[in-house]
């Protein structure tokens, strides 16, 4: 998916993780997960650019379709599809 479709998509759940250093908005992603619906989408806010690369791996390794991720100013939003 492109950045605008990214932007476009409906989100069931955003996690704000700006300001916390890694593994932070990992551990967060993991804990909110479970609050979002099965093939419902959440987007990680994290100020970390360590999280584009943290995100998407547990996203495979679990079983989480990872959508991609769109850089604003400082900001990174990392969306992905809940998968089980």
Not at 21 to 46: D, H, N, W
Request: charged fraction near 30%.
């Amino acid at each position: 998916m492109n950045a605008e479709e990214l932007r476009q998509l409906k989100v069931d759940k955003v996690v704000d993780a700006r300001g916390v250093a890694c593994p932070g908005p990992l551990l967060e992603a993991k804990r909110a997960v479970t609050g979002v619906p099965i093939r419902g989408v959440m987007e990680v806010v994290s100020s970390d650019e360590g999280t584009t690369e943290d995100v998407p791996l547990w996203a495979k390794k679990v079983g989480h379709e990872y959508l991609g991720t769109v850089a604003d100013a400082g900001l990174w939003h990392i969306y992905l599809r809940r998968g089980k």
